[in-house]
């Protein structure tokens, strides 16, 4: 068996000097491109051509496993010492295995021989390429296309022959596997190119079998006995490997509340009944350095791809489990699970809206029977269930949607009798659109064709639209949009102003409307083009309107302080009497960044001129105004953050060094609540949620930074609840 083994090795000599010529190959292209690029190219980013090489390189190793394999018994019968060889007294189980391991260790000794000379001559490409990182997709796809050789040199009679099938297999096995996690949603650990080599290494044990049984049971190999054994046997064992993983890999990805690790939300719906959660659990640390992280969503926030390839750095947590739920807050159980297609919790790939009672839960999503993670490529789909007895009532064509984009929102009208699908505004300020589809509970369209608006949302009260049409009125429209009534109107020669208002912008009664005003002229004072922002607020019952605030600065007005209507943060109490504004302005000569923004809260009730100061300025790095429900008071929640330090890009997190919590009356006393009666965590900006229909304070915590594509982003660990009145915190979830 020894002697076999060396045989072969010998034999394979040629394969080791082929590597080295690819590596002398693959070091004079890296010259020869780069010297092309820097003559021709006044773009060349280093970096980039770097990591291609390393790519490459990284790339062909593989394809060492197909060469050193497809010959070993092929090669045999094409010399005519295949009888020989099977009529030694060893069995036929031995002589494969010997040949077999010949063939890995030639596959072995040639990736060795390559990476070496290009890693003596050419020092950038493994730098800007962690090989450490890609090694798992290395070895996978070396057994899998090893695999592949072995069965078809065990089937062919000539090299090449034997060489062609293995090609054209490998091709096959590859793109049912790219199906599997790319359209059917079957990924192992949520990393593309690592799936798709994890995927192929599963079928390998299934393509050895063949191979060893058509050497042990195909006597000469010269007949049809041999496909007899190998082809059945090959299918069988391939069919029942991918049953089993399959099987495996839902049990094992499946929901547990006590295995999850980080949570997510896009927010608390309206009454506090529901929360949606995003939830991720079987979480293990991946280089950064992988090749496949490299999207377009990872580039946002660069401008090249070398800046890109630059941040490359360190490791980050993938998730296995991830899924979205709704949370019902009054009993701390999960009213709806369903597996969400994301891996990121900054990004989801599931929407999900529910209904002001609880009831009904609306989700956008794919649908496909092995989802178990990400399925991106699968067509979208609408599903509406029923939290009562948690059951999918209805599943919605894709044609009823307004978009095949899963980031569409959710809405349910107050009496979850409708859904609205929102394509959430999009395009510049001047042209601001919102297109909505409206659904009845039984996921039918009302109208052939979707409403488009400059800004719209649904009464508190009443299922009816209000929006903005495009000539700048707003207008109160039914369901199906086919009934419109015009509330206000822009007065002759106003200007085209970009109007908009949202959910929190109407008061709960239904009748006023916060309106942002922005109207683009020429400002004398500065001489340029700006933006002049204010407040407007309208009466639904008479359509009178008045001007509650007026921006004093704009964009191109001089001065310290920026200031606009669109960075002003306004609520309403739960009678619609009052109503609350936290006016933003941005200190252009701030040294700090505590002292970069100042705030100040105001206020206005019916009678009153307009929005009315409420205390002095604050000077914070970020702060949120919530107002409980059935309190006339208004809730200031207060961020102070520093510059963190300089991580190796050269990036410094702001970091957070003290919170505090305010009560505001109407007539504007302010009274601080103690540590003792609220969070003081110190976590970032935007994780507070809401209130529950309990007047709990809802919000994020356990927060730790886990680093993003580009840029660190927070974490959150569990959801708490926060009662204002005995100071009692909550931990609801997990």
């Not at 190793?61 to 090669?75: E, K, M, R, T, Y």
């Amino acid at each position: 068996m020894r002697a076999l083994f060396v045989k072969e090795l010998k034999q394979g000599r040629p394969l080791l000097i082929f590597a080295a010529v690819m590596g002398l190959l693959l070091v004079a292209a890296y010259g020869a491109v780069g010297r092309f690029l820097l003559l021709y190219s006044g773009a060349l980013e280093p970096e980039v051509l770097a990591f291609a090489f390393g790519i490459a390189a990284a790339a062909i190793v593989p394809f060492f496993a197909i060469f050193a394999s497809s010959g070993v018994f092929s090669g045999e019968a094409h010399a005519g010492t295949l009888p020989v060889l099977l009529g030694l007294p060893l069995s036929r189980l031995r002589i494969w295995a010997a040949l077999a391991v010949a063939a890995l260790a030639l596959t072995a000794g040639c990736a060795v021989v390559l990476l070496v000379i290009a890693r003596l001559a050419l020092h950038s490409p493994f730098l800007s390429l962690s090989l450490s990182a890609h090694l798992p997709d290395a070895i996978c796809f070396a057994v899998f296309l090893l695999s592949v050789g072995l069965l078809c040199s065990s089937l062919a009679r000539s090299v090449t022959a034997a060489l062609a099938c293995a090609v054209l297999l490998a091709g096959g096995f590859i793109g049912g596997a790219s199906a599997l996690v790319f359209y059917y949603g079957a990924p192992i650990t949520g990393l593309p190119i690592l799936d798709l080599a994890l995927w192929c290494f599963v079928c390998s044990p299934a393509l050895l079998l063949g191979s060893a049984m058509s050497v042990a049971r195909g006597e000469l190999l010269t007949g049809f006995r041999k496909w007899l054994f190998a082809i059945p046997m090959t299918v069988v064992a391939l069919a029942l490997t991918i049953v089993i993983v399959c099987g495996a890999a839902r049990v094992g990805t499946g929901y547990r509340r006590n295995a999850v690790e980080a949570v997510g939300t896009l927010g608390l719906t309206p009454g506090g009944k529901l929360l949606p959660l995003f939830t991720a659990g079987g979480g293990f640390t991946v280089s950064r350095a992988r090749g496949d992280l490299l999207t377009a969503e990872s580039l946002q926030n660069t401008p090249t791809l070398g800046a890109m390839l630059r941040e490359l750095r360190g490791s980050f947590r993938s998730y296995t489990r991830v899924y979205g739920i709704a949370l019902d807050l009054e009993t701390g159980k999960e009213a709806l699970v369903e597996r969400s297609p994301g891996i990121p919790l900054s990004q989801p790939a599931l929407t999900m809206g529910c209904s002001a009672d609880g009831r009904w839960v609306a989700t956008l999503t794919a649908w496909q029977g092995l989802t178990w993670g990400r399925n991106e490529a699968a067509p979208v789909q609408l599903h509406i269930y029923d939290t009562q007895t948690g059951r999918l009532v209805e599943e919605a064509d894709p044609d009823v949607l307004t978009t095949s984009d899963r980031s569409a929102q959710l809405i349910w009208s107050p009496t979850g009798k409708y859904l609205s699908v929102v394509r959430g505004s999009y395009g510049g300020w001047r042209d601001r659109k919102v297109v909505i589809r409206v659904v009845s509970r039984d996921a039918k369209a009302l109208s052939k064709g979707p409403i488009i608006l400059e800004s719209a949302c649904w009464s508190p009260v009443e299922d009816v639209l209000y929006g903005i049409d495009a000539n700048g009125a707003v207008c109160r429209l039914s369901p199906d949009g086919r009934e419109k009534e015009v509330i206000w109107s822009p007065v002759p020669g106003m200007r085209k102003a970009d109007r908009w208002f949202d959910r929190e912008s109407i008061s709960p009664d239904g009748r006023w409307i916060v309106m942002r005003d922005a109207v683009e002229e020429i400002d004398p004072r500065a001489g340029a083009r700006g933006r002049l922002d204010a407040i407007r607020l309208i009466d639904t019952r008479s359509g009178e309107s008045e001007t509650l605030w007026r921006a004093q600065t704009n964009y191109a007005s001089p001065g310290r302080y920026l200031e606009d209507s669109s960075s002003t943060a306004m609520r309403w109490s739960s009678d619609g009497e009052t109503l609350y504004a936290l006016r933003h302005y941005r200190d252009k000569w701030a040294r700090s960044l505590a002292a970069l923004y100042r705030y100040q809260l105001m206020r206005w009730s019916p009678g009153e001129p307009g929005l009315m100061p409420i205390g002095a300025e604050i000077e914070a790095s970020h702060v949120r105004l919530l107002v409980p429900p059935g309190s006339q008071e208004a809730l200031l929640w207060i961020w102070q953050q520093e510059w963190g330090q300089p991580d190796e890009q050269g990036f410094a997190p702001p970091r957070t060094v003290g919170e505090e919590l305010l009560s505001v009356s109407r007539e504007g006393k302010i009274k601080r609540l103690p540590d003792a009666h609220w969070p003081g965590f110190r976590g970032s900006p935007g994780r507070e949620l809401g209130f529950d229909s309990r007047g709990r304070l809802i919000y994020l915590a356990g927060e730790e930074s886990e680093s993003g594509a580009v840029a660190e982003a927070p974490v959150y660990r569990s959801v708490e609840a926060l009662d204002l009145t005995t100071g009692e915190v909550a931990r609801i979830y997990p």
